[in-house]
């Protein structure tokens, strides 16, 4: 399958894909920092659209389109910027791609573009962390959650409105430098669900076998709660980088 990992310089996605004998490349406008520049294309994704994709998964840039931000919404020139990020969301959804994941956090896209179709946690897939994230899935079923484990709580609230609510990592990054770029980074369990359950979709084979995992999925759901905290911010992170990152505790 030919793959093409929209917004990505981590590789973290690429690489799953290529674990398993795809074809798969980041493509990002900045180096890529996961370590295989032949597998990464540097530049504007949206010249790479028409190159014959079996496959995209697109994190596209999400700082003007999240909910996140509302705080500053109507700041001046804010509009541009959100309307300049819709636009790119949009280009990356209206391809003639067959089969496209786009990732981000909840905001303006979905009302806009098209509604998302799931909502995943990193907690479904094995790393400890809380980040709701939204998938908007074209020709794709929805990922099944393949590891529920119990979410890190790195501390609580000392005062405030939230005084006594846990922090998750989540939280705590918005007290730590580098926030953007570490937030950002795709969860090493979530690449590799989308690569073992859409490396087989439509009929492709993975050259290193089906990695679909019915059984696992089902026994975890099983043996594992669901009824996990919500986190109130999305995306996604790499959990080794943030636990490096998180050494003390917030006071608020
Ligand atoms: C939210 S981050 C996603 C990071 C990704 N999850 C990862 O693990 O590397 C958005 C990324 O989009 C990239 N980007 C922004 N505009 C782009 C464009 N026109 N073409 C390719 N990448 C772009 C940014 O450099 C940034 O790395």
Redesign the pocket.
Known sequence: MRVLI?????Q?VCKAFRQLGHEAYS????ECSGGHPEWHIQ????EQLDKEWDLMIA????TYLSYAATKWWNDKGRIWKRLEALN?FAKLWDTDIPRICIENPMGCASPTIAKYNQIIQPYQFGDEESKRTCLWLKNLPELKHTKIVKPKIYGYYKKGKKKGMPIYGNSYLKFSEDRGKIR???FPGIAQAMANQWGTVGGFTSPEGDFSNEKEHNRNLKENPTDFPKSDSP??LNSDIMFNKLKMLPSD
Request: net charge negative.
């Open positions: 929209a917004c990505e310089e981590s973290e493509c990002d406008i900045l530049g504007d994704v949206l994190h596209p840039p999400c790119f950002s980074k795709t995306t996604s």
